[in-house]
């Protein structure tokens, strides 16, 4: 079965004193162990909600999270020890999210020693956070110093051994990337793809940039204004983009684009409130196939092969599908 056994999300979000911001609707997705899905879409898309409420972090308000059978919402908000057993998250700013005045051995032992219940467990806890930090590449020497005294590549191996202490099946990474050198990206996500060949751990990768997509990722969602518009694996999803959205983005990549032949499709116009949502099809504001349709009926996810689904008219009725 999958690590993330399923995942429908409608109409969740965070729910603070003003409305509920960031909404995300209909999104649904499965990921199997050791497998990695990308999240795409440009900010404000919903991809960070989605991330949110698997971790529990924010609390759906409608929709249903199961990770290896067992639904997230069943465990209190006080009683979260097995749900972080089983997923954990890295964050995109290595330097917000480790604290700055504990030591590396303690920030990595943390979730660990939250895990423990014996005495024996805890007296083991130092030797693994040794191999922990040799695994991720870290000099295990530099286990006394503070989060300041390193780079933001090595902050951002400390967040991911952390991460691996309590052995995980799934790691939420939102944007882990995104602050760092291009040179020190790629070495993160090696690092990130060799754990997952050596642990067959699964990752929900969120990202806005489709060069690190296209570099860790099995399968790639794309979201726009917290719908998921498109979902398919990576190398259908870069070869036969169906999505108008996604034609959009990926004519947008110039690293990407010699892999394929698509047309340049630019986006005009705003990317409207997801508190004051289009009328059926939420991106026809900034799509240049619209048509009446498109402002009558909401598109639902179709199935066009290949593991590829698409929330598109355009898959009915494809000879509107020219500019
Ligand atoms: Fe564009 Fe219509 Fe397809 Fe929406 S449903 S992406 S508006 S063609
Ligand atoms: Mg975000």
């Given at each position: 079965?999958?690590?993330l ?5 409608d ?5 603070l004193?003003?409305?509920v ?15 990695i ?13 989605v991330?949110?409420?698997i ?15 067992q ?21 995109q ?38 191999q ?44 882990p990337v ?17 754990l997952r ?57 110039p690293?990407?684009?010699?892999k ?19 009328s059926?099809?939420?991106?026809r ?23 590829q689904?698409v ?13």
């Amino acid at each position: 079965g999958g690590i993330l056994d399923r995942l429908k999300l409608d109409r969740s979000g965070l729910r603070l004193e003003t409305p509920v911001v960031h909404a995300v609707n209909g999104v649904s997705f499965k990921i199997n162990r050791a497998e990695i899905m990308a999240l795409v879409g440009e900010s404000g898309c919903g991809k960070s909600t989605v991330a949110k409420t698997i971790a529990r972090i924010y609390q759906p308000t409608a929709g249903e999270v199961r990770i290896e059978g067992q639904d997230v919402a069943s465990f209190g908000f006080s009683d979260l020890l097995p749900v972080r057993a089983k997923m954990q998250m890295i964050f995109q700013d290595p330097y917000a999210s480790l604290n700055p005045r504990q030591r590396v051995r303690d920030i990595v032992a943390e979730p660990l020693l939250e895990q423990t219940k014996t005495a024996n467990e805890r007296a083991e806890v130092p030797a693994r956070i040794e191999q922990l930090l040799t695994r991720v590449g870290l000099n295990t020497e530099h286990a006394g110093r503070y989060p300041h005294q390193f780079s933001g590549g090595q902050r951002q191996r400390i967040g991911i051994a952390r991460a691996l202490s309590v052995t995980p099946g799934l790691i939420i990474a939102d944007e882990p990337v995104s602050a760092l050198d291009v040179s020190i990206q790629a070495q993160i996500l090696n690092l990130m793809k060799d754990l997952r060949d050596e642990f067959g751990l699964a990752y929900l990768f969120i990202s806005h940039d489709l060069s690190v997509v296209h570099h860790i990722a099995d399968w790639v969602g794309v979201m726009y204004l917290g719908f998921m518009v498109e979902n398919a694996p990576r190398d259908v999803l870069f070869a036969r983009p169906r999505h108008p959205y996604t034609r959009a983005l990926l004519s947008a990549a110039p690293s990407i684009k010699t892999k394929r032949d698509i047309e340049e499709i630019v986006l005009s116009g705003e990317v409207p409130s997801a508190l004051d949502l289009p009328s059926g099809c939420p991106f026809r504001t900034r799509c240049p196939f619209a048509w009446d349709r498109c402002a009558q009926q909401r598109p639902h996810m179709q199935d066009v092969g290949d593991g590829q689904t698409v929330a598109c008219h355009l898959i009915d009725e494809p000879e509107r599908d020219s500019i």
